[in-house]
């Protein structure tokens, strides 16, 4: 009935509200902070927003954002990993080294150098778990430890060229999607929101619950349509977009959806927000802590390998402070809560894309990386104090 969907979407829109007046602001300060960011660019430069630039910028955000996708996943246990950019230049000079003087076949050391992010994730997650070493302590040696094992896998060699016929690079240079394929994926991505908006709400239907609005279903879809469709159309006006920046999109998309639609997802949501609740709840916290410091280390050996493939060349500052830095403030920026329990996948996509736009726009002003240290250490303290804040109001309601 037409005024069933038109109360259904009413009802959203209070609901809405309500979650907003509750402290559970969501991605909206992000989106908006974005947005501001974005005009006020554009203002002082009028380039920013041209397709070239933007096509750049994706291109600069795949590599610490799935660095930042890992320390969201940490994040929302309530713990930290200082040391994913020494992780990532581990990673770096493995393939480095390995393909360009040991003469390793390049898919053998791309597999060697994630395996050694996956290795070093388990002993992280063995030293908390078994010997109830603070997160913080454990990745701080491991920050220095990793920064010197990096130093001597490449010895003397200060920087190392990797092949530009290599296809790893020729993935993170030169490789765009074609039109037809970035409208497929369009068409792919509002698909999966629409089927699975519609699965949940006919599982509440089968509960005897109340569901969602089928027609906010319909305009939330159609939408992302819109919006992903048109955004592959400017792209394309230009190079097109990047197959590096649609994996680092993909991997965002995988691990959303094992944080919220498998029993492991909710196991990690639980742990971070109660870890005495979850292990009486009978989830195995210990395997939890273990398994995400693991998927952290990994993801940093990937985003490595990225950076490493994007520049084709290996140094002594590959994964050096600013990519740490920059992944860990891209997590918290992005909405994750950094007192654990609260956070998504998205928000390594949201964080990277302010920290970077931050740092493309300042580029194009011709302003040093000073600016750019201070306006991202201000935005990144805006997002904590937002946070508190919104937790604040969230138990002050709770209460009420």
Known sequence: MPGEEDEGIAGAVRAFGYRVRGGDLGSLPVVVGLAVIWAVFQ????????????VNLTLQCAAIGTISIG????????????????????????LGVGFTQLHWPLAVTVIAAILS????????????????????????????????????ILGPNS?????????????????????????????????????????????????????????????????????????????????GTGAMFVFFVVLVVVMNYLLTRTRWGRSVYAVG?????????????????????????????????????????VGAGSGGTDTNLNAIAAAVIGGTSLFGGRGSA???????????????????????????????????????????VSRRSRASHGQA
């Open 273 to 313: 927000g109660s870890v005495e609740a979850a292990r009486r709840a009978g989830v195995r916290v210990n395997r939890v802590f273990i398994s995400v410091f693991v998927l952290c280390s990994t993801f940093a050996a990937v985003g490595g390998l990225l950076a490493a493939a994007r520049l084709a060349s």
């Open 43 to 54: 203002v002082l430069n009028p380039s920013f927003l041209s397709a070239n630039n933007l």
């Open 117 to 152: 992010g996956a290795v070093i994730g388990l002993l992280y997650g063995l030293l908390f778990t078994r010997f109830g070493v603070p997160s913080f302590i454990i990745t701080l040696a491991g920050l220095l430890g990793f920064l010197g094992l990096q130093l001597w």
């Open 71 to 94: 320390v969201v996943l940490v994040l929302l246990l309530g713990q930290i990993d200082l040391s994913v950019g020494s992780v990532s230049g581990v990673a770096a000079a493995i």
């Open 159 to 239: 920087s190392i060229n990797i092949p530009f016929d290599s296809w790893i690079v020729q993935f993170a240079q030169q490789t765009f999607l074609p039109p037809w394929a970035a409208y497929a994926l369009a068409v792919l991505g509002a698909f999966g929101m629409f089927w699975t908006d519609w699965r949940r709400n006919a599982r509440r239907r089968r509960a005897g619950l109340s569901e969602g609005s089928m027609a906010l279903v319909l305009i939330k879809s159609g939408l992302l349509l819109v919006g992903l469709c048109l955004s592959a159309w400017y792209l394309s006006t230009d190079r």
């Open 346 to 388: 998205w928000s390594a996509l949201l964080g990277i894309l302010v920290i970077q736009s931050i740092s493309n726009g300042l580029t194009l002003l011709n302003l040093d990386s000073s600016f750019r240290f201070m306006i991202t250490g201000a935005v990144l303290l805006l997002a904590v104090i937002i946070d508190s």
